[in-house]
């Protein structure tokens, strides 16, 4: 039944390994079993399926800890696939502890393992075969039950956890978001799920998740009776959050005018090539990307004062959301933006206190006579 794989001495170390191996996102489980009595669970993510005929599950666990000893003498083991919200649990049952189970709902199985009552699926194993590889045990089951529930993962990545999305779920979205910046759903508009659903053939699921997002968005906002209404869109709500951008850098500029140290004033430069290489003539290449470019010019700047309550007013101003109502709802654009804004990074690397607060002065003017073009050419609202 014990079979040693031979692992290559001349293979890379147990460092790079990790970081390269962290790579590969995966599903978490917490694999538990019940041993004369006692309840044993630890968290794990070297598990998957192996077989569909026969139905044959693995988990690969580390030699030296209690778990896997347990499962060794029950010669049982379930798999209980955990949830979005069980980061916690996740954390709980990967460190050793004499009760990890304490307040935790769980029921026994059909083989008497442990298991978790809201897991997002549960997976019974006995064990058929053990196969020793380096430290861990490969335990090979036979599943004996296997039973899945409505919700939706978590996931790990690189040393974190995080949660799944599906790329049709993304798509919705960017589609949605694009019939509200188009006017395809004008401000008042209530966006019918059903048939915007249907539109797309796509489940409820996924409209309901891009109004979730729209509504983070600023672009539609839930109204109790009439269900998602876009939002309305004027000039005022976009002079508001540009003056308040510019009271902000103004104060930060005058602050640190001629004191900014060189590698500050490198990140500035940088972001500010990085956001005018997507501005190309009068045209944005990638309005998301110039939008994310721009974003963080200015968080860059605001960031010179290296006081972090401004950093979270600057963060509260939805900077975003404001462009992307505005300026993304047509690609033409102008290159005096990159123009004055070039004039704050100069007038920086100057230390030239003028120019940079003229330029700064100038580009929130012409954001704001931009907004007023655009609601012109789309009567008034967005
Ligand atoms: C996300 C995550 C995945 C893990 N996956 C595994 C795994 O697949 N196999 C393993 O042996 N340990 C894994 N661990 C580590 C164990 O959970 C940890 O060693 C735990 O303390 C073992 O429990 P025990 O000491 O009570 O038996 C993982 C830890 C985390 C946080």
Redesign the pocket.
Known sequence: MNETLDLDPHGIDARTFRHVVGHLT?G?TV?TTDCEGER????????TSLSADPPLML????NS??????VSRSGRYAVNVLGQGHGDL??T?????PD?FAGVAVTRGSTGSPLISDALAHIECEVAERVVGGT?TIFIGRVVSATAYDGEPLT?FRGG?GRFEFARDDAVYTHARERILDRVHRAGDVVDVDQLAEQLEVDQTAVFYALTRLTGDGLVRRDPERGYVVTAFDASASDATFEARLAIEIGVLEQVIGRVPPEDLAAVRRDFDAMSALLVGERFVDFDAYLDANYAFHERLVGLAHNPVLDATFGTLSIKQVMTRSFGSTPVTSQRFIEAQRGITEGLEGADRERALSAAREYTDLAKERVREILQQTGGQL
């Open positions: 995966s978490v694999v044993f669970g630890m968290t794990a993510s070297s598990v988990a690969c666990l580390n800890v209690p778990t896997a000893d347990a996740a954390h049952f990967a460190m050793p502890s990890k861990h790990y956890f």
